[in-house]
């Protein structure tokens, strides 16, 4: 049997008051739903407040701060696509948008995922997979900033070149060709890895960290050793832990250090 689509590791499972006084805009057209949902939150002390369709809960979002969103993606007079893709633009990208589905995921997730939606709940859904998910998503910072507290060790350079250059055999061109390869491929496998948790594809992540496992080790990139061997774990056995993006958001930002200091130390030599 799989484990839970949003299953929390131990380390950010629910306590007493992860989830006290935190504001929730409910959207959706479903009485009944709405009914359903907000017994289960009002139990952990969260302040609800709902609107019936999207173009309502834009009014209440432009005068009002949330904390979440959770709505239906299907609904009459502005969907759940709709409503998101206004409220990245004209009011938050920050606010976490949980979208409810009756659909394992969206037919068109790829325009959801543009709109700004940061993750989906299929309906009927338990109450622990409710719980799990909107506590993950509002408290994604407390969680990366566990990990990192968890994991942190003192690494005296972003990067190691010495076991590439001596793979190398004394020979400057090849490194340099190792070098951007990385910066041309290793930002995009991350940018894949990213919509491949949106689509709840964790072979694909799996994958895609073992792809980038053997390239972080010859490139000596320390503080990512474990990372990605979690990722491609957690990836290939299928471990739907929503912390997994926790992770690879580390794994880009660090990247993205190495990247620049890469492109610098090695710039693109001008073809003629």
Same mark, same amino acid.
């Given at each position: 049997?799989?484990?839970?689509?949003? #299953?929390?590791?131990?380390?950010?499972?629910?306590?007493?008051? /992860?989830?006290?006084?935190?504001?929730?805009? !409910?959207? &959706?057209?479903?009485?009944?739903?709405?009914?359903?949902?907000?017994?289960?939150? +009002?139990?952990?002390?969260? =302040? =609800? /407040?709902? *609107?019936?369709?999207? #173009?309502?809960?834009?009014?209440? !979002?432009?005068?009002?701060?949330?904390?979440?969103?959770? /709505?239906?993606?299907?609904?009459?007079?502005? $969907?759940?696509? %709709?409503?998101?893709?206004?409220?990245?633009?004209?009011?938050?990208?920050?606010?976490?948008?949980?979208?409810?589905?009756?659909?394992?995921?969206?037919?068109?997730?790829?325009?959801?995922?543009?709109?700004?939606?940061? *993750?989906?709940?299929?309906?009927?859904?338990?109450?622990?997979?409710?719980? $799990?998910?909107?506590?993950?998503?509002?408290?994604?910072? @407390?969680?990366?900033?566990?990990?990192?507290?968890?994991?942190? =060790?003192?690494?005296? #350079?972003?990067?190691?070149?010495?076991?590439?250059? %001596?793979?190398?055999? &004394?020979?400057?061109?090849?490194?340099?060709? /190792?070098?951007?390869?990385?910066? *041309? @491929?290793?930002?995009?496998? =991350?940018? @894949?890895?990213?919509?491949?948790?949106?689509?709840?594809?964790?072979?694909?992540?799996? &994958?895609?960290?073992?792809?980038?496992?053997?390239?972080?080790?010859?490139?000596?990139?320390?503080?990512?050793?474990?990372?990605?061997?979690?990722?491609?774990? +957690?990836?290939?056995?299928?471990?739907?832990?929503? @912390?997994?993006?926790?992770?690879?958001?580390?794994?880009?930002?660090?990247?993205?250090?190495?990247?620049?200091?890469?492109?610098? +130390?090695?710039? %693109?030599?001008?073809?003629?």
């Amino acid at each position: 049997m799989k484990p839970s689509q949003y #299953q929390l590791n131990e380390t950010v499972r629910l306590s007493a008051n /992860m989830l006290a006084d935190k504001k929730i805009l !409910l959207v &959706g057209d479903d009485r009944m739903n709405r009914l359903v949902t907000a017994n289960i939150l +009002k139990k952990y002390d969260v =302040i =609800i /407040m709902e *609107a019936v369709n999207g #173009q309502e809960a834009i009014d209440i !979002l432009k005068f009002t701060v949330v904390d979440l969103v959770l /709505m239906d993606v299907e609904m009459t007079i502005m $969907d759940g696509m %709709e409503l998101t893709g206004i409220l990245r633009k004209n009011i938050s990208t920050a606010i976490p948008v949980i979208g409810l589905t009756v659909n394992e995921f969206p037919e068109d997730n790829g325009k959801c995922m543009d709109a700004g939606i940061n *993750a989906y709940l299929s309906k009927p859904f338990k109450e622990k997979a409710l719980l $799990d998910i909107v506590t993950f998503w509002l408290n994604k910072n @407390q969680v990366a900033e566990s990990f990192t507290s968890s994991k942190q =060790i003192a690494f005296n #350079q972003l990067y190691n070149l010495s076991d590439l250059v %001596e793979l190398s055999g &004394g020979n400057d061109s090849f490194v340099e060709k /190792m070098v951007h390869m990385f910066i *041309a @491929q290793t930002p995009l496998q =991350i940018t @894949q890895m990213e919509e491949s948790f949106l689509r709840n594809d964790y072979q694909a992540i799996g &994958g895609l960290a073992h792809s980038i496992k053997p390239v972080i080790d010859n490139l000596g990139i320390l503080s990512l050793k474990h990372v990605i061997r979690e990722i491609e774990k +957690k990836g290939k056995q299928e471990i739907k832990d929503p @912390q997994i993006i926790v992770l690879i958001s580390h794994v880009k930002n660090t990247i993205s250090l190495v990247v620049a200091d890469l492109k610098k +130390k090695f710039p %693109e030599r001008r073809k003629n």
